[in-house]
């Protein structure tokens, strides 16, 4: 499994309706749109000398491929599974086999401040970090956390 971050991408994955942030509820998700968030990554990710490969599904089956995907070729997973979070035991089961590679899970909105069945994530369950809350920043802050925990021989906290 490469773990250089000079040589394989962090992938950023996006679940179900992210491709209409910016239009959808931007009361709540703000009126930056995906591809805001993605040159936001880009340019997170290249202060470290670092890539992204960004990506965007409706569907979970292809988010699921793109995780198996990501455990052979990147050094790192941020993923905002949007609704998946809150059902999906086959995204847990897909980042369970992602044995030591970081996954960060992102969320533009505050899930514990909206409706009670978005306080649960199965995709928590193999997150190391969880980040809610921040709005697109949170992206940022994700692929920072990537870039650490892929760091050769440094304690992390």
């Not at 292809?62 to 609704?83: K, M």
Request: hydrophobic residues 40%; contains cysteine; charged residues 20%.
């Amino acid at each position: 499994m490469p773990r250089n971050l000079a040589t394989a991408p962090i992938m950023v994955l996006n679940g179900p309706n992210l491709n209409l942030l910016g239009k959808r509820q931007p009361e709540i998700y703000g009126r930056d749109t995906l591809t805001d968030v993605e040159a936001l990554c880009v340019k997170a990710a290249a202060a470290h000398g670092a890539t992204v490969d960004f990506r965007q599904s409706n569907h979970e089956g292809e988010l699921v491929e793109w995780i198996h995907e990501a455990r052979e070729q990147a050094v790192g997973i941020v993923i905002n599974p949007a609704a998946y979070s809150h059902t999906s035991v086959a995204i847990l089961d897909a980042l369970n086999t992602c044995d030591g590679l970081p996954v960060v899970e992102v969320h533009i909105s505050n899930i514990h401040q909206r409706e009670e069945f978005r306080h649960h994530s199965y995709v928590s369950l193999r997150a190391d970090g969880v980040i809610a809350g921040c709005g697109v920043q949170g992206y940022v802050f994700g692929v920072e956390r990537v870039v650490e925990l892929s760091a050769p021989g440094e304690a992390h906290a």
